[in-house]
């Protein structure tokens, strides 16, 4: 079932990015879909989020959104790995600060 999503995420990603013309704004529209499947199916949500980044690797949001997610499914290791990989693109944006606040948090509660 994860091999057969898998594949079809991405032969949605490879015909969309000639439609699209504009891989940040696929990047953020698959983020964005990332983060309300999370509500639901968080490991739908992380495949679209790692599309996501593949879409756009110089998206500090896709990274952040990406990073939000994995914190959600309480994979911490991931979830800072995406955070400084965002922080390195563009620190001074606002999903990478709040990214930062959730794991001080996640820290804290440990």
């Given at each position: 079932m994860i091999a057969f999503r898998n594949i079809t995420f991405l032969i949605i990603l490879i015909f969309s990015i000639p439609t699209f013309g504009d891989t940040e704004n696929l990047s953020n529209n698959l983020s964005i879909k990332a983060l309300k499947q999370s509500e639901t199916d968080l490991e739908l949500a992380i495949?679209?989020?790692?599309?996501?980044?593949?879409?756009?690797?110089?998206?500090?949001?896709?990274?952040?959104i990406a990073g939000k997610i994995y914190?959600?499914?309480?994979?911490?290791?991931?979830?800072?790995?995406?955070?400084?990989?965002?922080?390195?693109?563009?620190s001074s944006l606002e999903d990478v600060k709040e990214l930062e606040s959730l794991i001080n948090s996640e820290k804290k509660e440990e």
């Open positions: 495949l679209l989020s790692q599309q996501s980044v593949v879409a756009d690797p110089k998206n500090a949001k896709a990274w952040a914190l959600l499914n309480k994979d911490f290791p991931s979830a800072e790995r995406f955070y400084e990989k965002a922080k390195s693109i563009d």
